[in-house]
């Protein structure tokens, strides 16, 4: 497609991904099955295009005020995901030079909202907790994530998955933290790969996977995903249990459960069990009360931990959605709680930023829930072996709290809890 008509198309996109009424994957992809005579390389462009403004919105919308013509055309042309040799011949001459003023600003001169893109609710808190270093979060937010896989272990090492890659031209290197983890160089096309179709590997951030780890599902064990979604976790936690024991899928969802059936069917796992349900107190849940050894909650939540892959939640999301969300959150994690025998293990996990979602609500269990004890995160993950593991957590180490800019994953925050004898 010329450089033209896909700036074209770009503009054609991005205004309705900016309306924000829906994720922008699936605005997105609703427009790609619009447009079928659009190629592999031209999708990728304009997918590319459309998170480039909504990672940088608010300084392209400041930069969009001057030029001329359509502001989704200008808007595109700024996050237009070519090199310039290939935009430069769609504009014309006004266009190029509006463009080489645009690039001639210095950050320095740009307001402060410009630099870090965020909402002014999101940015408030985020600088509270960082100081100083909310520039370096801020800016690692604005980037895009590494593609990082788990290796399912069950079935290959991952030295041998990694070697197996390297001799198809896929580059990788273990990941620091996940014993089971590999961090690609590049994003290629997975699915056809031997090592995906047969299940020895599953796209999977390294902050989910210690997500996993901490649960420390043992075989035989008995044990639940309350929150599962498609099934990344479960995945984890199942190969942890070398298909042992049972290991329970709870979600809300019958949709996204549906996800996990063609994972499970590569995974070679045996002792996944999905159960959809209509909330935390569901009947089907009653006659586990107090049996199980292990649950981890993945609690729903706003998900601002994953800007680097879902840049238009920042926009999406807002501080009254933060507060319902922690509402449920406490509600689930108390539902999920009941299911644990004495001496069970609990682990409340999110993928937000926020202390609401996140410290708050683990205080809140804690002082509600004397029958269950705090565990040390760091002290749990130095006994397995995971490296500085003081540094993926709160200071004297009582939460795992990631964060991309200091450890390259996603945002992540999971308590722990012991329920007492």
């Not at 990672?55 to 400041?62: A, D, S, T």
């Not at 620091?176 to 290629?188: D, F, I, Q, T, V």
Request: net charge positive.
């Amino acid at each position: 497609m010329h450089p033209q008509a896909l700036l074209d198309t770009a503009s054609d996109l991005l205004p309705r991904v900016l309306r924000l009424d829906h994720p922008a994957d699936a605005v997105v992809s609703r427009f790609f099955r619009e447009q079928r005579q659009l190629g592999p390389r031209e999708r990728a462009t304009l997918a590319e295009t459309v998170y480039a403004v909504l990672r940088r919105k608010l300084l392209y919308e400041h930069l969009a005020r001057a030029g001329s013509g359509p502001r989704q055309r200008r808007l595109a042309i700024l996050g237009f995901a070519a090199p310039r040799d290939v935009l430069m011949p769609a504009l014309i001459e006004p266009e190029k030079a509006w463009l080489a003023a645009c690039d001639a600003v210095a950050p320095g001169e740009l307001p402060p909202a410009c630099r870090h893109n965020l909402p002014a609710w999101l940015a408030e808190p985020l600088q509270t907790q960082w100081g100083e270093q909310f520039d370096a979060l801020a800016e690692a937010l604005l980037a895009p994530a590494p593609l990082d896989l788990r290796v399912n272990t069950m079935l290959q090492k991952r030295e041998l998955v990694a070697k197996d890659l390297r001799g198809l031209g896929i580059e990788s290197t273990l990941t620091p933290y996940s014993p089971w983890g590999l961090r690609l160089a590049a994003k290629p096309s997975l699915r056809k790969l031997d090592a995906f179709t047969r299940g020895a590997i599953e796209v999977q951030d390294e902050g989910s996977q210690l997500l996993a780890l901490l649960l420390q599902a043992q075989r035989g064990e008995m044990v639940a995903d309350f929150c599962a979604g498609a099934g990344g976790k479960t995945l984890a936690i199942g190969a942890a249990m070398r298909g042992t024991g049972r290991l329970y899928a709870f979600d809300v969802s019958a949709h996204r459960l549906e996800a996990l059936q063609p994972r499970l069917a590569r995974s070679g796992l045996a002792n996944v069990h999905p159960v959809a349900i209509a909330h935390e107190r569901d009947q089907r849940l009653q006659r586990l009360a107090a049996k199980l050894d292990r649950v981890l909650v993945d609690a729903p939540c706003s998900g601002l931990g994953t800007l680097r892959r879902n840049p238009d939640l920042k926009w999406r999301q807002s501080p009254e959605a933060v507060q319902a969300l922690a509402a449920a959150q406490r509600a689930i994690l108390a539902g999920a709680a009941r299911l644990l025998k004495p001496g069970g293990r609990l682990v409340y996990a999110t993928c937000s930023l926020l202390p609401a979602e996140n410290e708050d609500v683990a205080r809140a269990f804690g002082a509600a829930h004397p029958d269950f004890a705090p565990l040390n995160a760091a002290e749990l993950l130095r006994a397995l072996k995971v490296p500085q593991a003081d540094t993926l957590c709160t200071p004297g180490g009582a939460h795992l709290r990631l964060w991309p800019h200091r450890h390259a994953t996603d945002g992540f925050f999971a308590a722990i809890w012991q329920r007492k004898r």
